[in-house]
T-cell receptor, first 115, second 112 residues
Framework: GAGVSQSPRYKVAKRGQDVALRCDPI?????LFWYQQALGQGPEFLTY????????KSGLPSDRFFAERPEGSVSTLKIQRTQQEDSAVYLC?????????????FGSGTRLTVV | GQNIDQPTEMTATEGAIVQINCTYQ??????LFWYQQHAGEAPTFLSY????GLEEKGRFSSFLSRSKGYSYLLLKELQMKDSASYLC?????????????FGKGTKLSVKP
């Protein structure tokens, strides 16, 4: 597609519920990143994929967070047993490559509210 | 650790020039990015610096000094639509670890 698409745009979850957030990167983009952005803060890195391989998951805040990209295109970020502190905007970004000169294109994000 | 600092808020007048500063301390450096983010929207790419000096692109310019760990974004001929958050981000590693480390963002308000 023309840009990075994320769904749903908004998600309200009850505490303890599991959620799945989807990211459709730009076609052909090798690299895919997930970020978490709290209100009034900059994005914080969660995890990185190169094709289907998850090369870095050091930013995932707990074992309740899990991400996958099984076919090297669409990615899903899953949060189990959601907590109120998980409330944030979850941004996905994709890039043509992993070299320094490749730009990153962000999606509009999924705003998760845990009540 | 990784640290990127930028002012929290700035206010400027339509038609004026504003400079948003960013200082960074990171383990390694492989490029500095500036992004613009309107409320509720995706960050959009503004500029990229990897070598020292000034990069100019229309009304926007970005400067980098690697020895000082310092960058600034210069916005000229400010327009009301420039009211947004401006994010400074450093790519600390090359190769497969290409994630960006972001500052908290500078919220710019442009007033008539």
């Amino acid at each position: 597609g023309a840009g990075v698409s994320q769904s749903p745009r908004y998600k309200v979850a009850k505490r303890g519920q599991d959620v799945a957030l989807r990211c459709d990167p730009i076609s052909g983009h090798v690299s895919l990143f997930w970020y978490q952005q709290a209100l009034g803060q900059g994005p914080e890195f969660l995890t990185y994929f190169q094709n289907e391989a998850q090369l870095d998951k050091s930013g995932l805040p707990s074992d309740r967070f899990f991400a996958e990209r099984p076919e090297g295109s669409v990615s899903t970020l899953k949060i189990q047993r959601t907590q109120q502190e998980d409330s944030a905007v979850y941004l996905c970004a994709s890039s043509l490559g992993s070299g320094a000169n490749y730009g990153y294109t962000f999606g509009s994000g999924t705003r998760l509210t845990v009540v | 650790g990784q640290n990127i600092d930028q002012p929290t808020e700035m206010t400027a007048t339509e038609g004026a020039i504003v400079q948003i500063n960013c200082t960074y301390q990171t383990s390694g450096f492989n490029g500095l990015f500036w992004y613009q983010q309107h409320a509720g929207e995706a960050p959009t790419f503004l500029s990229y610096n990897v070598l020292d000096g000034l990069e100019e692109k229309g009304r926007f310019s970005s400067f980098l000094s690697r020895s000082k760990g310092y960058s600034y974004l210069l916005l000229k001929e400010l327009q009301m639509k420039d009211s947004a958050s401006y994010l400074c981000a450093v790519r600390a590693y090359g190769g497969s670890q290409g994630n960006l480390i972001f500052g908290k963002g500078t919220k710019l308000s442009v007033k008539p």
